[in-house]
């Protein structure tokens, strides 16, 4: 394991949060949403309604600034982003999982929780100095997002979707 698991998990829903704004667009709907929440294990208030869904949806294109800077501009915008929804870390035990940080009340709005896990788990991101795991897909066509959590680091496609369209246009380019 690269990173403790809450780290991992918010990385992990910050890429897909992000990747989610890519064609077909796959959180339209407050049913999207909650399929979204329950598969990435967030806890806390979930008001389930459209306003709910538009700050989430707002908060991708700030997620994506985050996850593709450079080292130095991610540590500012992981300031910035704690600073101004007043994180204060704290350690929390919950379900199954032992001691691990959160950094606002359960009951902020959705889009500040995860606006904030995201910003810790690049806290961690940055001190380990592993943004290399953080890039964009290999694959001319797509904007989307690839966490590499490998051994070997290599990971470059951000989809098996991606990764399948690369290896077919390798085989033609091979058989012409």
Known sequence: MVFTHDTETALLAAVALVNSAEEPDTLLTTADLTTFLDEY????????????????????????ALLTSDRDTAAGLVNELLAQERAL????????????????????????????????????????????????????D????????????????????????AAVAAYRARKR
């Open 41 to 64: 294990d967030y806890t806390g208030v979930r008001r389930g309604d459209a306003a709910e869904l538009d700050a989430v949806r707002e908060l991708r294109p700030r997620l994506r």
């Open 89 to 140: 870390p704290q350690l929390v035990r919950h379900a199954e999982y032992d001691w691990h940080t959160h950094a606002v009340a359960p009951d902020a709005p959705l889009a500040t929780r995860m606006a904030v896990e995201a910003a810790m788990a690049m806290i961690d991101v940055i001190r380990a100095d592993e943004m290399s795991r953080l890039d964009v897909c290999d694959d001319p």
């Open 142 to 165: 797509c904007e989307g997002l690839v966490l590499d959590l490998s051994r070997n680091r290599s990971r470059r496609f951000c989809s098996t979707t991606c990764t399948n369209r």
